[in-house]
């Protein structure tokens, strides 16, 4: 564990951000009290993704009043785990809690998580809800078969009803700097990482204001990322399918033969056209199956930054040029310029 130094900063708090205009004061009137009287060095890092309301105007006025609020704004609106990455490696504290800025996770609950990993020495702390009730029963249900999902496939090291609230050692965050991984699931990669890890239980409430930014279609294209990044039993699916159509097909044979040999043979259009349906749609799951797992081969090897940094609050002038991403497994961590950064492309602000 990394201990507390007096002459950094003790807890950094990363809070993605897009179109989030509405819930803003309401954010900063529960968030800056909690962390206030912690009585240690923080800073907020809220990464502008790409924001185009009024989110970018709001943060420029806050930061006049707050200085330990620092901006991170991204050139293009580059998703959530995209954003979620460009603020832990802007980070700088020795803990790293990362929240939504919607308030359906509280933020009163980051001192306990910090009290926690000080006291037990852990590397990650969960905010795990307990309740989620204040969600429609769509969205109870399609999350609890989600966790069910990732749970059977990655194993059980994933801790149910955890999202994106968590509290991370800076030992943690450096390891999952140097992960090449280019679209990262998080609450997928951090149990990876096998860290001592406790958790902190909460009710979830409704979002404070404004407009989710998880509809159904990113929350199954979140399902896929999970999976695909992280097992290749959806190949082995396709192998099983494979393996039931033939004996199927086999099956089907058998009884031809037999009932041409008995001599009770009928036109079988029917029986053929329901078996080429069969085979059509197997064979055109298991296309599609390869074809996740080759456009993550594809856009691996293209090597392209998941987001490029217009520009931050917290660099100074010396230090706001450019980041790269690395070239390859095994880059060193990243560090400003000029090193190379991995998962990120920092250039001049605008």
Same mark, same amino acid.
């Given at each position: ?76 609106? *580059? ?64 999350? %609890? ?14 801790? *149910? ?106 036109? %079988? ?82």
């Amino acid at each position: 564990m990394t201990a507390v130094h007096a002459d950094r900063t003790e807890l950094s708090v990363v809070i993605p951000m897009y179109n989030e205009e509405d819930v803003l004061p309401a954010l900063v009137s529960r968030l800056r009290p909690v962390l206030d009287e912690i009585g240690a060095a923080y800073e907020v890092v809220a990464v502008d993704d790409g924001s185009t309301d009024k989110t970018a105007a709001l943060l420029d006025d806050l930061r006049a009043h707050w200085p330990q609020l620092r901006i991170v704004r991204l050139r293009r609106n *580059s998703g959530h785990q995209a954003a979620l990455t460009a603020g832990l490696h802007s980070a700088t504290g020795d803990y790293v809690a990362s929240i939504d800025a919607d308030l359906q996770d509280p933020p009163e609950k980051i001192p306990e998580m910090l009290d926690l990993a000080r006291a037990q020495q852990l590397d990650i702390v969960y905010g795990v809800r307990s309740d989620r009730s204040t969600d429609s029963g769509f969205k109870r249900r399609t999350a %609890g078969a989600y966790y069910w999902l990732v749970r059977r496939m990655v194993g059980k090291s994933v801790p *149910s009803q955890a999202g994106d609230f968590r509290l991370l050692s800076r030992e943690a965050v450096e390891a999952l700097k140097t992960l090449p991984d280019q679209q990262q699931v998080y609450r997928l990669l951090v149990p990876w990482l096998g860290f001592p890890s406790g958790q902190v239980t909460y009710t979830r409430d409704e979002r404070a204001a404004g407009e989710t930014k998880y509809p159904l279609r990113k929350m199954v294209r979140l399902a896929i990322d999970s999976i695909t990044s992280f097992s290749a039993a959806p190949l082995r699916i396709a192998t099983w399918l494979g393996v039931v159509s033939f004996f199927t097909c086999l099956a089907m044979l058998v009884f031809t033969l037999t009932t041409y040999a008995l001599g009770n043979t009928v036109p %079988g259009w029917t029986s053929l056209f329901t078996v080429m349906l069969f085979l059509g749609g197997v064979q055109l799951i298991c296309f599609g199956l390869l074809g996740e797992y080759i456009g993550r081969i594809y856009t691996a090897v293209q090597q392209r930054p998941t987001y490029f940094v217009a520009s931050d609050s917290g660099a100074g002038p010396a230090q706001a040029v450019v980041d790269v991403t690395a070239a390859g497994p095994g880059a060193d961590s990243p560090e400003r310029v000029p090193e190379p950064r991995p998962r990120s492309s920092q250039l001049p602000p605008v």
